[in-house]
């Protein structure tokens, strides 16, 4: 009986983990000169794992195969991606190990991703991965020959469309990953490594300011309301308000933006460090609090305290004529949970929208 996982739990591989498969499958069908149904390999976490060889062509002095990526119950645009290695034997470099990015794997055309520009976008962890599990299946070929591996992803140009990819400068295809070469489904890491790396491109590409947005949307509205600003000056944090500001004081960002609309702001205000709706709670007594600083009377605000969204709060505000006051208020919160967060001298600035994408405050220090 084939085990069973509960929804959304079940667990993926990586990108990297699964070319490392396919060049260890290529390699071992070369050395044996017989193609392989399945591979086991060892991941960068130190797991061995058994994949699937979906096909493999062997030749004379190389080899080709093909692991399709699973990415278990995480929304990934690479899930059911060819993962295709090529492993050509070079007769004059006994004991080498080469890997090169092939059709649909990135290559990094600007300085900030921790790769060299021009080289293809694989990552450090699965780099030494792929060739690690190369000389273990190769061993005997290697004695008297080096290895040539080109990692390929047909898919990969189309796939990176749906990736941020270009805004890092990784052009023409999506990047090889993975650090242990599990993927867990929703990955906060995975989400908060991708922050990292946004910021720090932006860093040293020369850009001093950094717009943090929660979705596609409110990075929508913020690039209207900042159009000289270079598109990789705008990062989606989602509802990783702590992660932003961490990275972007580890790479001395000297001019801080948040743009949200008032559910996360209110979130963001009240400290939290996450702003997902099932992490924290927002505390409407809170926002209560603030209409009545803004004028709220006394019944509205004992109404906003017992509702359960700043939306209605807003609202409710808005017909007394204080939306005005109220939004200001809220963005000077943000600003000084901001200001707890990065250094002094950083210029801090809150961009409060409405769902139109009407900037309804506006806040700097």
């Keep these: ?13 990586t990108t990297g983990a699964c070319a490392a498969a396919a060049a260890a499958a290529a390699s071992k069908a070369l050395t044996n000169n017989k193609t392989p149904k399945t591979i086991a390999t060892l991941l960068p976490n130190g797991q061995t794992v058994s994949f699937t060889v979906d096909s493999c062509n062997l030749g004379k002095n190389s080899a080709t195969a093909v692991v399709i990526k699973d ?9 059911g991606a060819h993962l295709t290695a ?19 794997v990135g290559r990094i055309t600007r300085i900030g991703v921790g790769l060299p520009v021009g080289a293809p976008a694989i990552n ?3 780099m030494a991965n792929i060739i690690a599990n190369v000389k273990q299946e190769g061993a005997k070929l290697l004695k008297n020959h080096g290895l040539r591996i080109t990692i390929s992803v047909p898919e990969g140009k189309m796939m990176a469309k749906k990736t941020l990819n ?3 400068g990784i052009m023409d295809g999506i990047s090889i990953l993975g650090t242990g070469g599990i993927v867990y489904p929703y990955s906060t890491s995975a989400y908060k490594a991708s922050i990292q790396q946004a910021v720090q491109v932006a860093s040293k590409t020369g850009c001093d300011a950094i717009v943090f947005t929660t979705g596609r949307r409110t990075e929508r509205y913020a690039m209207e309301q900042k159009p000289n600003l ?12 702590a992660a932003a500001m961490e990275s972007a004081k580890i790479n001395s960002i000297a001019h801080v933006v948040v743009a949200a609309m008032a559910g ?17 709670r927002l505390d409407m007594d809170r926002v209560a609090a603030l209409a009545k600083e803004a004028g709220g009377s006394t019944d509205i605000c004992d109404t906003i305290a017992k509702t359960i969204t700043v939306r209605h709060a807003a609202e409710l505000l808005k017909e007394q004529g204080l939306e005005k006051e109220f939004y200001q208020l809220l963005v000077k919160d943000v ?5 707890t967060r990065l250094d002094k001298k950083v210029k801090i600035e809150v961009i409060a929208f409405g769902l139109s994408g009407t900037p309804l405050a506006n806040w700097e220090q």
């Design 71 to 79: 990415a278990g119950d995480d929304p990934d645009c690479t899930n």
């Design 230 to 241: 270079p598109e990789y000056s705008f990062i989606q944090m989602g509802d990783f308000f």
């Design 86 to 104: 090529k492993v050509e034997i070079v007769d004059d470099k006994p004991d080498s190990v080469t890997v090169h990015g092939g059709q649909g």
């Design 166 to 168: 270009h805004r890092l």
């Design 124 to 126: 450090p962890v699965p």
């Design 335 to 339: 600003a000084k949970s901001m200001s």
């Design 1 to 13: 009986m084939s085990k069973r996982f509960k929804k959304g739990t079940r667990t993926g591989f």
């Design 264 to 280: 996360k702001l209110a979130k963001i205000g009240q400290g939290m460090d996450n702003t997902h709706a099932h992490k924290n």
